[in-house]
C-alpha cells in the first residue's frame, strides 16, 4: 500500500546520502496532489557533502523542476532552500 503526504519535509539530509536524486523521486511518489515539499540541499564542495550527493545535485535539481512547481527552487535567491507544490493531475 503507498500512502500519500500533503506535506513533506527534507532539512540537512540530501548533502548527506549516497542518492539523494532517488530519494528525491521517492518524495514525490509520495506526495498528495497539491502538497508541498520544503527541501534544501546544501552547496558545500570539499566540507560536508557526500562525493555521490554532490555528483547528483543538478539530477536532483532538474527531477523538482520536471515533477513540482517551485515556489521558491533551489539556490534561488536566500540559499539552499526550497518550497515546492505538486500540481493536481485533472
Not at 523538482?64 to 515556489?71: G, M, P, R, T, V
Amino acid at each position: 500500500m503507498s500512502e500519500n503526504y500533503d506535506l513533506i519535509i527534507c532539512q540537512d539530509v540530501l548533502e548527506h546520502t549516497p542518492n539523494p536524486a532517488d530519494i528525491v523521486s521517492s518524495f514525490i511518489n509520495h506526495l498528495s496532489d497539491g502538497g508541498v515539499l520544503v527541501i534544501d540541499f546544501m552547496n558545500a564542495p570539499g566540507g560536508e557533502n557526500l562525493k555521490q550527493a554532490a555528483e547528483q545535485r543538478e539530477a536532483v535539481k532538474r527531477v523538482l523542476k520536471e515533477n513540482l512547481i517551485a515556489l521558491k527552487p533551489i539556490d534561488e535567491p536566500r540559499g539552499n532552500n526550497g518550497l515546492y507544490v505538486k500540481h493536481s493531475q485533472t
